[in-house]
């Protein structure tokens, strides 16, 4: 039996920033057509602050869950990501913020990076987590299929660490 695809996927900055002050410090069109191209029918696993960030409405087509000791309404939540692996059959995609991110390479085979040219001062910013170089093996640099201004990098699990937990 093969586990579903588990995922995540990130926009960064050239300082590894994910976001500023709860939101986003950019705008591209393309990326966010191509996030929901991507995720729809699937579940996409967030933080608190993602889904705020995001105007706490779901994203439409797809499961929304919020990692969060709180109960948010319009939205499932889970106080931590393997109660909300354990609901979940299909595809998941782990949509952030930072600490999302660090705790899903564990349970994750791949790593969808867009990278945006957009220089972020770091300085009270957030930050993409180290991808392990022991861990995952990165791909070319290729085109953003729907962003010209963008490029992606895909990063899969490496074979000799691909006993994830089943959660």
Known sequence: MTTPLRAIMVAVSPEGVIGK????????SGDLKRLKRITMGSTVIMGRVTWES??????????????TRAQLAGVECFPDIPSALAT????????????IYAEAMQYCDLIDVTYVPDHVDAAGAVLFPKIDKDQWEEGPITDHEDEPALCRRVY??????????IA
Request: glycine share 14%; net charge positive; aromatic share 10%.
């Open 21 to 28: 002050a709860g939101r986003i410090p950019w705008h591209y």
């Open 156 to 165: 899969t699990r490496k074979a000799a660490a691909a006993s994830r937990p």
């Open 88 to 99: 979940v059959q299909g595809p998941v995609w782990f949509l952030g913020g930072a600490r």
């Open 54 to 67: 995001a105007g706490s409405k779901p994203l439409p087509g797809r499961r929304n869950i919020v990692i």
